[in-house]
C-alpha cells in the first residue's frame, strides 16, 4: 500500500485538482474531486500495469511488482 502511495504521490496532478476545484464551484460535495481522482488514476495504473510484460520494456525496468500484487 506504502508502494501505491508513493507512486500516486509522484503524478503532477496539483494544478489539475485546483481547477477540477474550482470549477465545481461552492454546490454539494458529496464526491470529492480527489476520491473521484484517485479512482481515475487507479483504474489507469490498473490497466497500464496489466498490459506490461513483467521484466521486458521500459517499465518493466522500474521494478513495479509491488505495486502489480497490490492491484
Same mark, same amino acid.
Given at each position: 500500500m #506504502?508502494?501505491?502511495? *508513493? %507512486?500516486? /504521490?509522484?503524478? =503532477? $496532478?496539483?494544478?489539475l +485538482?485546483?481547477s +477540477?476545484? %474550482? %470549477?465545481?464551484? #461552492?454546490?454539494?460535495? $458529496?464526491? =470529492? &474531486?480527489? &476520491?473521484?481522482?484517485?479512482? &481515475? &488514476? !487507479?483504474?489507469?495504473? /490498473? ?6 510484460? #513483467? #521484466? !521486458? ?5 522500474? !521494478? +513495479?511488482? =509491488?505495486? *502489480?500484487? /497490490?492491484?
Open positions: #506504502r508502494t501505491i502511495r *508513493q %507512486a500516486l /504521490a509522484m503524478i =503532477p $496532478d496539483g494544478k +485538482l485546483e +477540477l476545484r %474550482a %470549477a465545481c464551484g #461552492r454546490g454539494r460535495d $458529496d464526491y =470529492p &474531486v480527489e &476520491v473521484l481522482w484517485g479512482v &481515475v &488514476v !487507479h483504474e489507469a495504473l /490498473a490497466t497500464l500495469l496489466a498490459a506490461t510484460p #513483467r #521484466r !521486458h520494456g521500459p517499465l518493466g525496468k522500474m !521494478h +513495479l511488482g =509491488p505495486i *502489480q500484487k /497490490a492491484l
